[in-house]
């Protein structure tokens, strides 16, 4: 049966302009919230194996946190997420300079991300679409640029986000969704005992500012070997380099898959709740962060949230592939459509 979209007003942020919600209930009475406000994802609410529903995404306590978020809670992130070393790049012959709003790196998109952006949304049959139009040199990116972000959430508990992007120049793409998991609940604290696996051969190492070396590193015999099940835990307790510099994970996997095929990329299970997570994506990479920096006093429901509460599974391009020739490259040609799937599925183990 089609799946029920239920559209409220939820505030007004802080220039007063109105915010929906749209709740997306399927048959069984699961259900994805989501927010005009960054196209983010704000609830997800599915069965553990006790049959008792749980919300297992991170949140703010109103808008305020999302207009201004520096955790990124279930946004839609870019034009180009992840870090760009010192916000320069050089397509075309010619120099652009960012803005940097991680020390002295560019981050997730710069100071006004899409993900502190209002969209205009619609309802179209079981989807709702969040459209944003950017300006050329907004944020110091050339083009003019066209953003689509697509929701549904269907009666097997899957949720697919579609991402499609087009510029009037060259300009840099890879968009991704920020949402931090935790599948014992989002007020049940440490996301350790969580066990992850990786379709994934190899990793990206970073330098002291998150910036990837250049470097394709093997998993194999490291803290970073996911190829199968362990828990988050265990990859810390082992101890690496990377971690130390990250304090965490805050790194991305090579998927082992062929280009823009939808494949089954990373996978995330709790015993506790007996909720898994299994990431279907298009994209290349996915970068897994354990919220290594995570600090919010005023979460949703009171919650209050610190350092691996959640973790991310962030589906997208390599990261500063623009300064990387070695990287296959984010670059979006003019009048060019981005598109990338992914797919989250979730059930009980």
Same mark, same amino acid.
């Given at each position: 049966?089609?799946?029920?979209?239920?559209?409220?007003?939820?505030?007004?942020?802080?220039?007063?302009?109105?915010?929906?919600?749209?709740?997306?209930?399927?048959?069984?009475?699961?259900? $994805?919230?989501?927010?005009?406000?960054?196209?983010?994802?704000?609830?997800?609410?599915?069965?553990?194996?006790?049959?008792?529903?749980?919300?297992?995404?991170?949140?703010?306590?109103?808008?305020?946190?999302?207009?201004?978020?520096?955790?990124? #809670?279930?946004?839609?992130?870019?034009?180009?997420?992840?870090?760009?070393?010192?916000?320069?790049?050089?397509?075309?012959?010619?120099?652009?300079?960012?803005?940097?709003?991680?020390?002295?790196?560019?981050?997730?998109? @710069?100071?006004?991300?899409?993900?502190?952006?209002?969209?205009?949304?619609?309802?179209?049959?079981?989807? $709702?679409? &969040?459209?944003?139009?950017?300006?050329?040199?907004?944020?110091?990116?050339?083009?003019?640029?066209?953003?689509?972000?697509?929701?549904?959430?269907?009666?097997?508990? $899957?949720?697919?986000? /579609?991402?499609? +992007?087009? *510029?009037?120049?060259?300009?840099?793409?890879?968009?991704?969704?920020?949402?931090? &998991?935790?599948?014992?609940?989002?007020?049940? @604290?440490?996301?350790?005992?969580?066990?992850?696996?990786?379709?994934?051969?190899?990793?990206?190492? %970073?330098?002291?500012?998150?910036?990837?070396?250049?470097?394709?590193?093997?998993? /194999?015999? !490291?803290? &970073?070997?996911?190829?199968? #099940?362990?828990?988050?835990?265990?990859?810390?307790?082992?101890?690496?380099?990377?971690i130390d510099i990250?304090?965490?994970?805050?790194?991305?996997? %090579?998927?082992?898959?062929?280009?823009?095929?939808?494949?089954?990329?990373? !996978?995330?299970?709790?015993?506790? *709740?007996?909720?898994?997570?299994?990431?279907?994506?298009?994209?290349?990479? %996915?970068?897994?962060?354990?919220?290594?920096?995570?600090?919010?006093?005023?979460?949703?429901?009171?919650?209050?949230?610190?350092?691996?509460?959640?973790?991310?599974?962030?589906?997208?391009?390599?990261?500063?592939?623009?300064?990387?020739p070695e990287f296959?490259?984010? %670059?979006?040609? +003019?009048?060019?459509?981005?598109?990338?799937?992914?797919? #989250?599925? #979730?059930?009980?183990?």
């Open positions: 049966m089609p799946a029920a979209i239920i559209i409220y007003t939820y505030g007004e942020d802080s220039k007063g302009k109105g915010v929906n919600y749209y709740k997306i209930e399927n048959a069984n009475g699961a259900s $994805v919230t989501l927010s005009q406000l960054g196209a983010s994802i704000v609830s997800i609410r599915v069965p553990d194996k006790k049959g008792e529903l749980k919300d297992i995404v991170l949140g703010y306590a109103g808008l305020e946190g999302y207009e201004y978020d520096g955790a990124y #809670f279930g946004a839609t992130v870019g034009r180009c997420c992840g870090r760009i070393r010192n916000g320069k790049f050089t397509l075309n012959n010619k120099d652009y300079q960012l803005t940097t709003n991680d020390n002295h790196n560019h981050l997730h998109g @710069g100071i006004k991300s899409f993900s502190r952006r209002i969209w205009d949304a619609m309802v179209r049959g079981d989807n $709702v679409i &969040f459209s944003l139009k950017v300006e050329d040199n907004d944020e110091g990116y050339p083009g003019n640029m066209t953003v689509e972000a697509k929701f549904s959430f269907d009666d097997d508990n $899957v949720l697919t986000v /579609e991402y499609s +992007a087009v *510029s009037d120049k060259d300009t840099l793409c890879s968009i991704t969704n920020h949402s931090y &998991f935790n599948l014992n609940g989002h007020t049940n @604290g440490s996301i350790n005992n969580h066990s992850l696996k990786f379709n994934a051969n190899s990793f990206i190492p %970073v330098d002291e500012t998150l910036i990837p070396t250049g470097e394709i590193r093997k998993v /194999e015999n !490291t803290a &970073f070997d996911f190829r199968n #099940f362990r828990k988050i835990s265990d990859g810390l307790a082992q101890g690496h380099e990377q990250a304090k965490g994970y805050d790194h991305s996997f %090579v998927i082992d898959k062929e280009e823009n095929t939808l494949v089954l990329c990373a !996978t995330a299970e709790s015993e506790e *709740s007996g909720i898994k997570l299994e990431c279907y994506s298009t994209q290349p990479i %996915v970068h897994l962060y354990t919220g290594n920096y995570v600090h919010v006093k005023k979460g949703k429901e009171e919650a209050s949230y610190l350092e691996y509460s959640g973790f991310c599974f962030e589906t997208q391009g390599y990261p500063d592939a623009i300064n990387h296959p490259s984010n %670059v979006l040609k +003019a009048n060019e459509k981005y598109k990338q799937t992914t797919k #989250f599925a #979730f059930s009980v183990i």
